[in-house]
Nanobody
Framework: QVQLVESGGGSVQAGGSLRLSCVVSGDTYSMYYMAWFRQAPGKEREGVAS???????RYVDSVKGRFTISQDNAKNTLYLQMNSLKPEDTAMYYC???????????????WGQGTQVTVSS
């Protein structure tokens, strides 16, 4: 069974940047489709960015041009570079994986424990 461990969250001021990382273990990384989800207090969970096996990314409209998803298959690691952060980006961010490409749909089977991102104005 695959395990996902996120890191890189923290507190920043609006306009700042963070890079989230997610290390995958327990199975062959290249067999999985990966994505980042987030959930803010009182809000539904939403898909932020996804990446397929050949690296084609998708983004929710609210982060296009600011966030970049990438992966290093040799390191079994998924990244989310977040620039020009806004207070509305404040949420718990989760790394997710599945052998099915769910894109930004909330159907992924495997979830990390989450890493908190807080953006102050």
């Amino acid at each position: 069974q695959v395990q996902l461990v996120e890191s890189g969250g923290g507190s920043v001021q609006a306009g700042g940047s963070l890079r989230l990382s997610c290390v995958v273990s327990g199975d062959t990384y290249s067999m999985y489709y990966m994505a980042w989800f987030r959930q803010a207090p009182g809000k539904e969970r939403e898909g932020v960015a996804s990446i397929g096996s050949i690296g084609l990314p998708r983004y929710v409209d609210s982060v296009k041009g600011r966030f970049t998803i990438s992966q290093d298959n040799a390191k079994n690691t998924l990244y989310l570079q977040m620039n020009s952060l806004k207070p509305e980006d404040t949420a718990m961010y989760y790394c997710v994986a599945d052998r099915v490409n769910w894109l930004l749909y909330d159907r992924y089977k495997y979830w990390g424990q989450g890493t908190q991102v807080t953006v102050s104005s």
